[in-house]
């Protein structure tokens, strides 16, 4: 993956807009991958559900909680993305009261296959979902990867360690104090 481009597809996102009126003033908003990585250096990491186990209590609040560390490594946002639809992982954002990290629903596993990190689930009735990895992605070009070890369908576990937000901070920092 290193080196290459992320690929290019339309998340369809609900955002918030009381133009709407009523009781749940949502609208879909298209936003492109363009949208989401040019002209950035963001982190990507990406997990197989909203709402599972490792990803809430770990994963996701721990990238949120460092967000000012990674900032300090020269990181512009932090992208959490899951093949699941827009109303799932605005409501997993919501229960997770985030500020920091944003998250890209990619709900029919179009980027996550493009990427080739489409696995199937369906030991766990998920059906596709994606393989855990992070990259750092500057200006949409894949800069350096992480990816848990074992990528295959119907895994029994679903490691996790390479793509921790720890991991990652120690190699960006580890590589500025080697340059
Ligand atoms: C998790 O704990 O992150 C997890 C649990 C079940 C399936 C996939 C992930």
Redesign the pocket.
């Known amino acids: 993956m290193l080196g290459r481009k992320v690929p290019a597809v339309t998340f369809r996102t609900r955002v918030r807009d009381e133009a709407v009126g009523g009781s749940n003033p949502f609208r879909w908003e298209d936003v492109s991958s363009d949208d989401y990585f040019a002209g950035k250096r963001v982190v990507l990491f990406s ?3 909203a709402f ?6 770990f ?1 996701l609040p721990d990238f949120e909680k460092l967000t000012a560390d990674f900032r300090a490594e020269g990181v512009d946002e932090i992208y959490c993305i899951s093949v699941n639809d827009a109303f799932v992982m605005n409501a997993w954002g919501k229960s997770q009261s985030l500020e920091n990290v944003k998250l890209i629903p990619d709900g029919s596993g179009e980027f996550t296959r493009k990427m080739g990190m489409l696995v199937a ?1 369906d030991n ?1 009735g ?1 059906g596709m ?1 994606s393989w ?1 990895y992070a990259a750092v992605v500057n200006n949409g070009v894949v800069e350096q990867w992480f990816e848990e070890e074992g990528y295959s369908d119907n895994c029994d576990s ?1 490691p ?1 360690g390479v793509s921790s937000p720890q991991n990652i901070l120690e190699t960006l920092k580890s590589q500025k104090l080697a340059a």
């Not at 599972?52 to 209590?57: F, G, V």
């Open positions: 997990l197989p559900g599972t186990p490792t990803c809430s209590t994963q689930k766990l998920f979902r855990r679903d996790y």
